[in-house]
């Protein structure tokens, strides 16, 4: 049976808008899956940068970590020195040893600059520190900045160790320390001749060091007798009085005052501040000495003023 013509119409119609869902449905389908791989797409990529930056800062964790040392388990020790945290034991003679080789002595083996922060404090930049070095064993490491001094503020190198030189006297020692944006305080304790801390250094049996003027001795040089003369049953000094001192005519190379800095032709005007006219003042003055922490020989060589600073330890 033939279909009526409005049929026919209303079938196209159907299949038109059928064809047309179809379209869309399809349409829709792509556009979804689409935004969905673009999605997964973008979240793969911020979870990669987040890993990234997770690493990042994993690693930058474990830096500062291993640069802020533990005081209880960071320990080192050799002869003469022995390290637990933030606090140092040295003895006599690596002190000697330490202070008495000058500023470059010093900083020997290490790498530092002046340095002022953004909030104008001063100090000393440690650009490396050898873990074996004098002040790698004392506790220092790279990147720290060494701000003070026995509570006096540091202001550049050279001053920091003229500073410790004044007072290498003392048997104790405090240096603060940055260390990443962290204060930290290592304590330096000089332990004396005949402590339970020894020293295989050879400066330990002479009992002196010695830079430019600055002498440093230890207590037993100081009250040591002086050698006698091999040639004769002299002592080890001769001496003429002037009016401008005493000068001294012989001197045993070997004797105490010889190892301080003293040579013949030098002219001794005066001890620790008082004059001296007289032999007798002279060894007066000697022994009196020994029993200060500082003393100060003002004499004349080659017509130029000269003083010996003595510190004893």
Known sequence: MNKSPRATLQ?????????????????TRSYSSATFTAVAINDSSV???????????LSHAEVVISANPNPIEEEYSESGLIRRGNRIELSEANWMR?????DEGFYE???????????ERTGIYFWEVPPQSQLGKLGLKDGDVLRAINKTIVTDSTEAYAFL?????????TF???????????TLQIEKSGSSLQSDE???????????????????????????????????LSLTPSAEGIVIDYINPESKLAKMGLSESDLVESLNGATIRTVEEFHAALENA????????????????????VNVM
């Open 11 to 27: 079938t196209k119609y159907a299949l038109f808008l059928l064809a047309v869902l179809c379209l869309l449905s399809f349409i």
């Open 47 to 57: 979870a990669k940068d987040r890993s990234a930056n997770a690493t990042q800062v």
């Open 98 to 102: 330490l202070v008495g080789g000058g």
């Open 109 to 119: 083996d290490t790498r530092i600059d002046n340095f002022i922060d953004e909030n």
């Open 165 to 173: 030189l004044d007072n290498a006297h003392q048997s104790k020692h």
């Open 176 to 186: 603060e320390i940055t260390r990443n944006g962290k204060t930290i305080e290592l």
């Open 202 to 236: 050879s400066s330990l049996a002479s009992g002196l060091a010695r830079n430019g003027n600055s002498v440093y001795a230890t207590r037993t040089f100081m009250e040591a007798d002086e050698p006698k003369n091999e040639s004769s049953n002299e002592t080890s």
């Open 290 to 309: 020994q029993y200060r922490q500082h003393s100060t020989i003002k004499v004349y060589r080659s017509s130029k003023e000269l003083v010996i600073n």
